[in-house]
Nanobody, 118 residues
Framework: QVQLVESGGGLVQPGGSLRLSCAASRVTLDYYAIGWFRQAPGKEREGVSCISTDGSAYYADSLKGRFTISRDNGKNTVYLQMNSLKPEDTAVYYC????????????WGQGTQVTVSS
């Protein structure tokens, strides 16, 4: 059973940066693609980014250039670097594991809150 734990969320001013982490336990992340999703209050969950097992990265079009996904298999962790944050980036961010980006996600973390506000 894959267990994922997100961390790194918090309150940041507009224009600031945060780095989210998705740490896995009970499994080696080498064999999984990891996606990041977010859900703002009153809105549907949306896909943010995904990194495949070979390191290929995919992003929502609206977020390209501001967010960067990466993985450190040695630390069994995937990161989401978020720069130039905007109030509309405020949401709960989740990571999830899948066999390949674009496929169904079988395992989800509990989420971490990101709030962008002055």
């Amino acid at each position: 059973q894959v267990q994922l734990v997100e961390s790194g969320g918090g309150l940041v001013q507009p224009g600031g940066s945060l780095r989210l982490s998705c740490a896995a336990s009970r499994v080696t992340l080498d064999y999984y693609a990891i996606g990041w999703f977010r859900q703002a209050p009153g809105k549907e969950r949306e896909g943010v980014s995904c990194i495949s097992t070979d390191g290929s990265a995919y992003y929502a079009d609206s977020l390209k250039g501001r967010f960067t996904i990466s993985r450190d298999n040695g630390k069994n962790t995937v990161y989401l670097q978020m720069n130039s944050l905007k109030p509309e980036d405020t949401a709960v961010y989740y990571c999830a594991a899948t066999i390949r980006c674009g496929g169904g996600y079988n395992y989800w973390g509990q989420g971490t809150q990101v709030t962008v506000s002055s």
